[in-house]
Each structure stands twice: as C-alpha cells, then as structure tokens.
C-alpha cells in the first residue's frame, strides 16, 4: 500500500512536471499569497459579508484543487484534469474576488463586470479542451471539431451556470450581484430604451452575451489554430514519394 501511494505521487509530481511550467507554478503561489492577504484584511476590518465569504471559500478551493490530482484517476476524472486548469482558476479569482470585490474594480468601473464575463468566455474554451481529456480514455485522440465543441458549450455553461449562482445567491443572502436593485448607464438607456421594470435584465443578459461572444470568438480562432497545427503535423508525418525514371 506504502509503496503504490509513493508510485502514485511520483507519477502524478512527472505529470505536474511535463503539463505547468515553472513561472505558472510561481503565479499559483502569488495568487494564493494575494488571497491569503484579502482574507486575512476582511477577517481584521468586514466590508461585505457576503463577499468575505466568497473570497474566503475562493482561498479555499486555490488549495484544495491539485489535490483532487492524488484521487484515483482511474475512478475520478478530477484527478485525470490537466494542471493548467489551476491556473486559469487562479487568474478568475483574482480578476474578480480581489481586483474586482477587494479593491472595488466593479465600482470604479462600470462595465468591468461584462468585461470580465466576456474574458471567462475566452479563458473556459480551453478548460472544455481539459474536460473532454479528463472524461476520455488515456491516449484517446480527438478531432478538431470535437475540442472546438466541447471548449464552446463548456464555456457557454459555465456562463449560464454562473448566472444561476448569483441568481441563487441573491435570493438565499439577499444581496445585488446580479444588481437588481442598479439603474443601468445612461448612455445604455438612451440607446436601448425600455420599461423601468427591465432594468434588471440589463446586468443579467449583457453578462451572457459577453460570455457567449467571447466564446464564441475564442473557439472559431482555436478552431483554426488546431487545423493549421493537425495540417502541419500531418505533413510533417508523410512520407516522401521519390519519382525514379
């Protein structure tokens, strides 16, 4: 037992190795250390209770997340995630729970919020490459069009779903993340003017677009960055043909 669990780690430390380079293992820690901070300066000095919290649980899951790899990857497809996933995380928890919940980026600008629903479009396409390699058999090849599917509806999910937890969240904390309670810029009213009573929609579904478009935009390039690099490996695989005479 001692010995497949020593076996376990070395192999999983090799997969570490050959998937995040050194810089990004840096940045892991850099996040980790700047969410450390916020936590501990929410602790000393409340601003929000609702969002303390969920600076704190994000503090959380930064730790909690490579160490799904130690699970069975054979059982959990958790363990099967490929490392950079951690690093995509990171950045998102610092783009929101720090820059845009700690120092108030959502404040101090007013579209941030869409900007960064637009970025989480962008940034989800490669986890759902990720996902479809965790769910598959090991070496299991996949198309182009596959991956391009999987990084589009993955990243068009987890738009939707976000929308539902600040739904969710609102309703069982009673706070405005969804802001409900905001009136949208002027400049957004005068060009889409409407009834009073769909303010609220403003927030909801300029944050869904943002995310799909950013989707969207994201899979088409990738779409056809992976052609051109399957068209060159391809190439490069064929065999030469010698015409003699």
């Not at 941030?112 to 989480?120: E, G, K, L, M, R």
Request: charge should be neutral; hydrophobic fraction near 45%; charged fraction near 20%.
């Amino acid at each position: 037992m001692k010995e497949r669990i020593i076996n376990k780690i070395k192999r999983e430390f090799g997969i570490f190795r050959q998937q995040i380079s050194i810089p990004e293992y840096i940045f892991w820690w850099v996040c980790r250390g700047i969410m450390i901070y916020t936590v501990v300066t929410t602790y000393i000095n409340p601003s929000s209770g609702h969002f303390d919290l969920q600076m704190r649980a994000n503090t959380i899951f930064l730790f909690i997340l490579p160490y799904l790899h130690i699970l069975p990857r054979k059982f959990t497809f958790l363990a099967r995630l490929h490392y950079r996933a951690q690093t995509i995380v990171c950045f998102m928890v610092i783009c929101t729970s720090f820059l845009g919940n700690f120092v108030d980026v959502y404040g101090m600008w007013e579209y941030y919020d869409t900007f960064i629903h637009f970025v989480a479009g962008v940034i989800c396409v490669p986890v759902g490459y990720y996902l479809l390699e965790a769910f598959s058999k090991e070496g299991e090849k996949h198309s182009t069009l596959s991956k391009t599917v999987a990084g589009f509806g993955l990243s068009c999910f987890a738009t939707l779903f976000w929308e539902c937890y600040e739904f969710t969240f609102d309703w069982i904390m009673g706070s405005t993340t969804q802001g409900w309670s905001d009136t949208p810029p002027a400049e957004l009213i005068e060009r889409f003017p409407t009834d009073p009573g769909r303010y609220p929609l403003f927030d909801t579904m300029s944050d869904e677009i943002a995310g799909f478009l950013g989707a969207f935009i994201t899979s088409l390039i990738a779409r056809c960055v992976l052609e051109y690099i399957e068209h060159k490996r391809s190439k490069a695989s064929a065999p030469e043909i010698t015409v003699t005479r």
